[in-house]
């Protein structure tokens, strides 16, 4: 079975621009999250999703950071008006319940220019 | 002060050494261990969780835990060069929802096995 993917797996803007990152959950997990990993830094939690609500948001940043999962799948990181202190990679999980083992997808790399 | 401290390393060891990684943190709530590897470009992959205190097993690994001193160990024997990767420390609270959804990481300690 596939494991958790994500795309795209590098992502390239300019400053102030719209970004949308996607993860696809391994079928069947009900709980996803994403975290966002800074170079030479461990995962830092961002939010977590129990189907199709946001259980915890309490670790985005600020408001420039939305992320949705409208039909309790796919879900997708939104980023507005990016400042270069929003490159790093993000990372996407998934769990067959909120409290399973989190299984990691490959990341995407944001650079914003 | 960061709730989880791990040293970044670089830790570089020869074949077939006893490997012995490690992390502090400072929040009581921390229930839940567990010890990810992280290879260059990929997401972190579970190694192995707890729930207490005391001392896990799983072929070469080794986890311990010490909630007394919030202190917590990995250990590798027989490394292999196959073992070269970050390993990160992580661990979570009882959330609201009944689990542990909301981990968090050390920074990863980056482990090179020479052959």
């Known amino acids: 079975g596939a494991g958790v993917s994500q795309t795209p797996s590098n992502k390239v803007t300019e400053k102030g621009k719209y970004v949308e990152l996607r993860c696809d959950p391994i079928?069947?997990?009900?709980?996803l999250y994403w975290y966002r990993q800074s170079l030479g830094q461990g995962p830092e939690f961002l939010i977590y999703?129990?189907?199709?609500?946001?259980?915890?948001d309490s670790g985005l940043p600020n408001d420039r950071f939305f992320a949705v999962r409208p039909e309790g799948s796919v879900s997708t990181l939104k980023i507005q008006r990016t400042e270069r202190g929003d490159s790093a990679v993000y990372l996407c999980?998934?769990?067959?319940?909120?409290?399973?083992?989190?299984?990691f997808g490959p990341g995407t790399r944001l650079t914003v220019l | 002060q960061k709730e989880v401290e791990q040293d970044p390393g670089p830790l570089s060891v020869p074949e077939g050494a006893i490997v012995s990684l490690n992390c502090t943190y400072s929040?009581?709530?921390?229930?839940?261990f567990m010890w990810y590897r992280q290879y260059s470009r990929k997401g972190p992959e579970l190694l192995m969780y707890?729930?207490?205190?005391g001392n896990k097993e799983d072929g070469r690994f080794t986890a311990q835990v010490d909630k007394s001193s919030k202190y917590i160990s990995l250990f590798i024997r027989d490394s292999q060069p196959s073992d070269s990767a970050t390993y990160l420390c992580?661990?979570?609270?009882?959330?609201?929802?009944?689990?542990?959804?909301?981990?968090?990481f050390g920074t990863g300690t980056k482990l090179q096995v020479i052959p």
């Open positions: 999703f129990q189907g199709t609500g946001a259980a915890d």
């Open positions: 992580a661990m979570s609270a009882r959330g609201v929802w009944g689990g542990y959804q909301k981990v968090t």
């Open positions: 929040n009581s709530a921390f229930q839940y």
């Open positions: 079928s069947g997990h009900t709980a």
């Open positions: 707890t729930y207490s205190s």
């Open positions: 999980a998934s769990s067959s319940s909120g409290a399973g083992t989190q299984y």
